[in-house]
């Protein structure tokens, strides 16, 4: 059984393609939240490694054994390894407005916590949901299923693989409970004319959301 050290946190992950984003996402983070967070190193340069190591804010800097070619694999994996009863992963390329805190109240037994994707649910016809953010409470089956699925069976991302498993709407229901859209607000979303003024996490997916970012970050 996994010991804990933190009753909660965040973590989130990188490597070398993504380390970019990493120190944009944390001044975001530690402006609205002081919940402990954890950064996983999927595979950073040795400089970015140090950095972080010297933040006061990363509480752990962890190593994730490196299975796949593209990190996002790992996310699942990671999300077994931090020492936090309850946590919640967050990508690098979201953008946090506010105080998260409350996302813990939603996570239930049993259960990964996610947004619905709603810019692929109307795509695709049918309900998807995003792996930006995900929250659990110590270590649910579906997660572990989750893992085997990522190591035997990798598609185009660690969504789709999951998807793949829950596509049936029943078993969705019942290893999946819907978190408010305010917890990751997609950045197609947008386009499609939807936005909320509350919203504490902006989701910057895709080569135009890398484009954003490098926007903000030139412009703060």
């Known amino acids: 059984m996994q010991s804990y ?17 990493l120190k944009w996402f944390l001044e975001n983070y530690v402006k609205h ?18 950095w972080a190591y010297q933040v006061s804010e990363f509480v752990d800097v962890i190593d994730v054994p490196k299975q796949f070619t593209n990190g996002w694999f790992l996310k699942p994996k990671t999300m077994r390894l931090v020492s936090a009863y309850e946590r919640v992963w967050l990508d690098t390329d979201i953008h946090v407005l506010g105080n998260l805190d409350g996302i813990f109240d939603l996570i239930e037994d049993g259960k990964l916590a996610m947004v619905e994707d709603k810019p692929w649910t109307k795509r695709k ?58 917890y990751n607000w997609l950045r197609i979303q947008l386009l499609d004319g939807e936005d909320n003024p509350n919203k504490l996490c902006m989701h910057w997916t895709g080569l ?12 703060s």
């Open 125 to 182: 016809g049918e309900k998807w949901h995003n792996s930006g953010v995900v929250g659990i409470r110590g270590n649910p089956p579906v997660l572990s299923d989750w893992i085997k699925e990522c190591q035997v069976n990798p598609k185009q991302g660690d969504q789709e693989v999951l998807h793949e498993m829950l596509k049936n709407d029943i078993i969705r229901m019942k290893y999946i409970t819907s978190l408010p859209n305010i």
């Open 33 to 50: 939240n002081k919940t402990p967070i954890v950064l996983a190193d999927f595979g950073m340069t040795k400089e970015t490694r140090t």
């Open 5 to 21: 050290k933190y009753n909660r946190a965040f973590f989130t992950g990188c490597d070398s393609n993504t380390e970019w984003q």
């Open 208 to 219: 135009k959301g890398n484009m954003q970012i490098k926007r903000m970050m030139y412009n």
